[in-house]
């Protein structure tokens, strides 16, 4: 069985530092006896490099050492994971045939695995997209440096996203914190963790304020769960309460809280998506100090032992470029 890898994207950019792309060899990763697999949240911070020679640098890398399939988008990961636990039949055509996207941006992934000429091309609606993600980065960290009360200037910047106005997007998320904070959560987890756990629910499962919102979409839709209010309380008194104690979302919102705790910087909080992947592959091998620290928190942990420094591997990497 070959062994999958999943590389942090800090992993790809430290490649790109130290790798001329003219002696990169044709497809030799071909032979390894493990396969690196990109996911699209890999593809989608890649892409969200301003610079374009540096960006093209490393789609070129990708091309060369990432099989053609790419891992399911984390969102489709995280709906797969309740619809296992909440066992209804309504929900089966949710689940995942495999850990592989069937999305688009696989397709067009594949297209460009397949002809080292061929990269991404930048509609207007990609780069829109790419843009209200970056808005909803700064939304994320307004959160965590003002403590979870959204009430920080630099919300100002916010554009439409998702059909929501900037002040009808801010206020319609603070109207969900203010629900949560309002009931009386017994939480399972310590602080900062609950915190996080908390807003991960509101941001991706509440509004579908994510990267790839369309799995959750179609959770909703499957439920017949309309209205905010409505979605907060079939999550935090219904049916769909196990997640804020088990599953993805605790991992990624581990990860966001050890950034606190650590004093680590905290850097792009969408890096805590990577977390998902970990069920699903048989190492995430990261540079991410504060992801590293973490998994050494949890030595017993069937998940968290995937977590590997990419030191080793990067030499290996760099053995098998210049040697051709």
């Known amino acids: 069985m070959v062994t999958r890898i999943y590389l942090d994207t800090n992993v790809y950019n430290k490649i790109a530092d130290n790798v001329p792309i003219p002696i990169l060899p044709g497809r030799f990763g071909s032979h390894w ?7 699209p949240l890999n593809i989608l911070e890649i892409l969200q490099i301003e610079n374009d020679l540096r960006r093209e640098v490393i789609i070129r890398i990708l091309q060369e050492i990432c099989a053609p399939n790419i891992l399911a988008e984390p969102e489709a990961l995280l709906v797969d994971f ?15 045939k495999s850990p592989f996207s069937v999305s688009m941006l696989s397709n067009v992934w594949k297209d460009i695995h397949s002809d080292p000429s061929k990269t991404f091309i930048f509609s207007d609606s990609i780069r829109t997209w790419i843009y209200h993600l970056k808005l909803l ?72 304020v994510t990267p790839f919102p369309e799995s959750v979409d179609k959770l909703w839709v499957a439920l017949g769960i309309t209205g905010i209010e409505n979605r907060i309380h079939y999550i935090f008194d219904g049916p769909m309460r196990f ?10 919102a581990g990860t966001m809280a050890s950034q ?22 048989s190492e995430l091998l990261t540079l991410d100090e504060a992801l590293l620290s973490l998994a050494k928190q949890y030595p017993k942990s069937p998940n968290f032992t995937k977590v590997h420094n990419a030191n080793s591997f990067l030499n290996e990497i760099y053995s098998h470029l210049t040697s051709n």
């Open 33 to 39: 006896s493990y396969r690196i697999y990109l996911s």
């Open 82 to 96: 309740i619809t296992e636990h909440m066992q209804m039949d309504s929900l089966d055509h949710l689940r995942l």
């Open 137 to 208: 980065n700064h939304l994320l960290h307004a959160w965590h440096r003002s403590g979870g009360n959204l009430k920080d200037n630099s919300i100002n910047t916010l554009g439409d996203y998702r059909g929501l106005s900037a002040e009808h997007f801010t206020s319609t998320i603070m109207q969900v914190i203010e629900i949560l904070k309002s009931m009386k959560i017994s939480g399972t987890k310590p602080w900062p963790i609950n915190d996080f756990i908390l807003i991960l629910s509101a941001c991706v499962l509440v509004v579908g």
């Open 243 to 252: 997640v804020l104690s088990k599953g993805p979302l605790v991992g990624m």
């Open 260 to 281: 606190v705790a650590k004093r680590f910087s905290p850097g792009n909080l969408l890096d805590a998506f990577h977390i998902a992947y970990l069920p699903y592959v």
